[in-house]
């Protein structure tokens, strides 16, 4: 009796080793887990220059890899770019060719979305996704009964944003934790404009009136909202951002983007008198170079501890091609007809 009793807990235990065993279609035995790639893209929107006409073509670049939007017979730009997974959203504007009407358009994933009429898109950080990616947001201005008004698009449905002066501009906008941000300006009776943001349409001048200001980007460090752009000192133009209603002053020129990596503050544009381009981080100027072109910033990005910015380059022939620069390197965007760069985004792709 115990030499049987063995026997079965013998057989027993040989049928709970082969029950662990794990098998994959071509009998081999415990498969190793998938290896993910991850690859790193570079994202560029702009305008290339029609070769038959010079009229602009909204396009934008992956990795350098040019994606021209159609053809048209009137001008058109791509003013900002934003991903999310591999959804591409590019805002743009359509110049008409009497040179005084627009319209607001879109593009996901290459599909045209048409925002309205007598309207246009703001600049380099008009376009965002919100934190789900399922919501589209477009900010710029719409004209109604003769005056542009300050506006964004939530998935194509205008929200006009409220200002008591005459027109009102929005520029920049920021999604975030169900807060809608926008920054912009307005203009007054006596057309000067003075920089002004949004917050869940609740509006916030940051300069006097009379500063002949203007806010174009926006972004959140902790509680704490930092807004570019430019205000006037004398005769000339600033640079300058707001921490907070805050404002401090650079040198001659001006921001047209700003970006965090979380903890510091990173602002694209121009400076001196020159206009030369260049980025600040936490307010430290680096200025940029391009060989022997004169380089001018648009759009700034940030990923890991890369800094990212967009703009282009005059040659001494008067020729502008689009570049970027990563911590300072200078990379064109090679176009045989030239063309701008005006946003930039950097994201990873895991498959």
């Known amino acids: 009796m115990k030499i049987k009793a063995c026997t079965f807990i013998f057989f027993v235990g040989m049928l709970a080793v082969v029950s662990c065993k794990k098998f994959d279609s071509g009998g081999n035995t415990n498969p190793p887990p998938h290896t993910y790639v991850t690859d790193t893209n570079i994202y560029v929107a702009g305008y290339v220059n029609n070769y038959s006409n010079y009229l602009q073509i ?11 939007f159609a053809d048209s017979s009137l001008n058109s730009a791509a003013e900002s770019i934003a991903v999310h997974d591999t959804n591409v959203l590019v805002s743009a504007t359509i110049e008409h060719t009497n040179g005084g009407a627009y319209t607001a358009i879109y593009y996901l994933n290459g599909n045209k979305v048409v925002l309205a009429d007598s309207a246009f898109v703001g600049m380099s950080q008009s376009a965002t996704f919100g934190s789900c990616g399922c919501d589209i947001y477009v900010c710029g201005a719409m004209k109604i009964n003769g005056h542009y008004k ?16 005459p027109d009102s501009f929005a520029l920049g906008i920021l999604a975030n934790n169900g807060n809608i941000y926008v920054a912009g300006s307005a203009v007054t009776t ?7 943001y949004w917050k869940n ?3 916030y001048p940051l300069a006097d009136t009379l500063s002949d200001s203007e806010a174009r980007g926006i972004v959140l460090v902790g509680a704490d909202i930092y807004v570019a752009g430019y ?4 005769s000339i133009n600033v640079a300058a951002y707001w921490k907070n209603g805050v404002q401090t002053n650079f040198d001659r020129g001006g921001l047209l983007s700003v970006t965090t990596d979380g903890t510091n503050v990173f602002l694209g544009g121009d400076q001196g008198i020159s206009g030369q381009g260049a980025y600040w981080k936490n307010g430290t100027l680096n200025l940029l170079s391009a ?4 380089p001018s910033v648009d759009g700034i990005a940030v990923f890991g501890s890369d800094v990212y910015v967009a703009g282009w380059v005059v040659s001494n022939q008067g020729q502008v091609s689009p570049a970027y620069w990563k911590n300072g390197v200078y990379t064109p965007l090679t176009y045989s007809f030239g063309g701008v760069a ?4 950097v994201v990873t792709y895991k498959h």
């Not at 006596?190 to 002004?196: D, H, I, Q, T």
């Not at 205000?231 to 004398?234: E, F, K, L, T, V």
């Not at 005006?342 to 985004?345: E, F, G, M, V």
């Open 291 to 294: 060989q022997n072109f004169q």
């Open 201 to 203: 349409d609740v509006s």
């Open 231 to 234: 205000s006037r000192s004398g």
């Open 150 to 165: 300050a506006v964004y698009w939530k998935n194509g449905t205008a929200h006009l944003l409220p200002n008591n002066s």
């Open 342 to 345: 005006q946003s930039i985004r």
């Open 58 to 68: 909204p396009a934008y670049w992956k990795n350098g890899a040019l994606y021209k």
């Open 190 to 196: 006596v057309n000067s404009k003075y920089a002004v």
